[in-house]
């Protein structure tokens, strides 16, 4: 069975500082990882989707996670965040074959001091 | 708006009513999916579809739930007798069926929360 970790439950940071947000997985085969946003008050969002190719993948607003298999990890990261990032960032994984559930982790929630 | 679509935002009911969610996907996407996520956790997998048919119920889908996609557009989650360990929000989720030529992720809607008092 699939599994996610999300280590980090709560971070805090200051504006323009730096971010990583860890994920680590559990799956024997091939899979396809994700991080999703939830910004106060609204839905579920990609943020970026990693399939297949450069295991460095950009996704919107400036973040971007690296897939390192020997690790099993896809962590999150950006530069320099600001107030507006303030939101729960959810790491989903799902095999790459049959019917794609997602298996999320448990999420990490990220306030950003201005 | 043409997000997905969860009907409705909020229900509070007392235990051991039934009640009925709805979910109106993306229209082009074929799949469709329901998830539930408690105070502190992310969503948990409880059932997908492919077009009118449901392909998978995970165990914490017991005989009290039932869901249905009649026609392959919206669906309907149902919960019998609730209980007070079904307090949660119901996520709904749509994507394209894998090798369709779309490298779509799911899209989810905004959920029903559920009270049970």
């Known amino acids: 069975a699939q599994s996610v970790s999300q280590h980090n439950h709560h971070v805090i940071l200051s504006e323009a500082a730096s971010l990583e947000l860890g994920c680590n997985y559990s799956?024997?085969?091939?899979?396809?990882l994700f991080w999703y946003v939830q910004y106060p008050g609204q839905h579920l969002q990609l943020l970026l989707k990693?399939?297949?190719?450069?295991?460095l993948v950009k996704g919107i607003k400036g973040f971007e996670a690296e897939f390192i298999k020997s690790k099993f990890s896809f962590n999150l990261r950006k530069p320099s965040v600001q107030w507006s990032d303030t939101a729960e960032y959810f790491c989903?994984?799902?095999?790459?074959?049959?019917?794609?559930?997602?298996?999320f982790g448990t999420g990490t929630r990220l306030t950003i001091i201005p | 708006d043409t997000g997905v679509s969860q009907d409705p935002r909020h229900k509070i009911t007392k235990r051991g009513q039934n009640v009925t969610f709805r979910c109106d996907p993306i229209s082009e996407h074929n799949r469709l999916y329901w998830y539930r996520q408690t105070l502190g956790q992310g969503p948990e997998f409880l059932t997908y579809f492919q077009n009118e048919a449901q392909l998978e119920k995970s165990r914490l889908l017991s005989d009290r739930f039932s869901a249905e996609r009649p026609k392959g557009s919206f669906s309907t989650l149902e919960i019998q007798r609730t209980e007070q360990g079904d307090s949660a929000m119901y996520l709904c989720?749509?994507?394209?069926?894998?090798?369709?030529?779309?490298?779509?992720?799911?899209?989810f809607g905004d959920g029903t929360r559920l009270s049970i008092l």
């Open positions: 990693y399939f297949s190719g450069d295991p």
């Open positions: 989720a749509s994507s394209f069926k894998p090798g369709q030529g779309f490298d779509q992720p799911q899209h």
């Open positions: 799956y024997g085969g091939t899979v396809n």
């Open positions: 989903a994984v799902h095999s790459n074959f049959g019917n794609e559930k997602l298996t």
